[in-house]
């Protein structure tokens, strides 16, 4: 299977920034990588393209209605959104989505066939004080409650720890590796998911791709501030490819 990126874009970028984005990437991702891009909703149709995936930042878990500024999964798919961030950090922290919130977001990307890429994550804290893999066993326990156990195996999984997010600092290579081995270990033991792909993701730059790329337990990885400007995402991507 390819290993993934994905580079989420986050509420950065005009049209014009947008355009010129487009144009700096084409033909430059090899297709020996799965790339996602997730833009901010209103580019999603300019960035639709054969060489790479298009993904969303978030959704809301309703099919439709009245929810003034919202979108839906459904909506997203008919724009070819095949993948959606659920529970981002930035989401929880700001914007105060719960954990019942991520799960009914987890469901509703999943009925429609989309593969939800949900983020859990540590803070500095949780960290000290050694409780990561406590904190990340239950964000991952509520956000997949009561989900079918068909469709668990296509969750993707980011551990995302929210102090290495936009901050420069990482865990070590070894620390993400076992993170990963622990999350493949939850969702086998508990869950029965023998395929699940886990991601790691905070503060990705070109001189760590390549060493955390390539651990054994890591799938993939989810770029913020290195995927913004094309030129340096496409260089960051040249590292690995
Ligand atoms: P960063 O963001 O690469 O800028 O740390 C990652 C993320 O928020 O997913």
New binding site residues.
């Given amino acids: 299977m390819k290993k993934l990126v994905?580079a989420?874009l986050?509420m950065n970028l005009g049209l014009e920034a947008a355009q010129k984005y487009i144009t700096t990437i084409k033909g430059q991702i090899t297709n020996q990588l799965l790339v996602i891009i997730c833009p901010s909703f209103p580019f999603l149709s300019l960035f639709k393209s054969a060489e790479y995936q298009l993904g969303s930042q978030n959704t809301f878990y309703k099919k439709d209605g009245n929810y003034t500024g919202e979108v839906s999964p459904s909506q997203l798919k008919s724009l070819g959104v095949k993948y959606i961030?659920v529970g981002?950090?930035?989401r929880r922290l700001i914007f105060h989505e719960t954990n019942k919130i991520i799960n009914q977001k987890v469901a509703a990307v999943l009925k429609e066939n989309l593969y939800p890429i949900l983020?859990v994550g540590e803070n500095k804290e949780q960290k000290l004080l050694h409780k990561t893999p406590v904190v990340i066993k239950e964000q991952l326990n509520e956000a997949l409650k009561k989900i079918d156990q068909e469709m668990l195996n296509d969750v993707i999984i980011?551990y995302?720890p929210i102090w290495?997010?936009?901050?420069g600092l990482t865990p070590t290579p070894g620390e993400i590796n076992s993170m990963g081995e622990f999350i493949k270990r939850v969702m086998s033991f508990e869950y029965n998911a023998n395929n699940t792909r886990v991601l790691y993701?905070?503060?990705?730059?070109q001189n760590n791709i390549k060493s955390i790329f390539s651990l054994e337990n890591i799938d993939g990885v989810?770029?913020?501030?290195?995927?913004v400007n094309p030129d340096l995402f496409i260089e960051t991507l040249n590292k690995i490819s």
């Fill in positions: 994905v989420n986050k961030i981002h950090s930035e983020c980011a995302e290495a997010i936009g901050t993701g905070g503060s990705i730059n989810l770029i913020g501030g290195a995927a």
